[in-house]
């Protein structure tokens, strides 16, 4: 069983930048890719990006690429999306994943355990 605790979401400025943190519990963490997913007001949840158990494969949706950075200390039991030149349009709420598939998947139905979501507003 792992437990997972999203921080770090807040109001920031388009073109502004964030840190969202994702604590994870337990003493398996390295054993699991990560994954950041994100769902907006009346849209789907979508994937935003993984990283593998090692930490030496990271994965981005198109949207992001460039602006996001997935990484992962697995000394610290914690994942991190640092992200840069926020958007109006990346204003959801951001879910950290966890899924026994090694390699960071982007499908969300491939994960196994959730956060409770952090909010991220980014204003125009």
């Known amino acids: 069983q792992v437990q997972l605790v999203e921080s770090g979401g807040g109001l920031v400025q388009a073109g502004g930048s964030l840190r969202l943190s994702c604590a994870a519990s337990?003493?398996?963490?390295?054993?699991?890719?990560m994954g950041w997913f994100r769902q907006a007001p009346g849209k789907e949840r979508e994937f935003v990006a993984a990283?593998?158990?090692?930490?030496?494969?990271?994965y981005y949706a198109d949207s992001v690429k460039g602006r996001f950075t997935i990484s992962r200390d697995n000394a610290k039991n914690t994942v991190y999306l640092r992200m840069n030149s926020l958007k109006p349009e990346d204003t959801a709420v951001y879910y950290c994943?966890?899924?026994?598939?090694?390699?960071?998947?982007?499908?969300?139905?491939?994960?196994?355990?959730w956060g409770q979501g952090t909010q991220v507003t980014v204003s125009s």
């Open positions: 990283i593998s158990w090692s930490g030496g494969s990271t």
């Open positions: 337990g003493r398996t963490f390295s054993h699991y890719a």
């Open positions: 994943a966890a899924t026994k598939n090694r390699y960071g998947p982007r499908a969300f139905y491939e994960y196994d355990y």
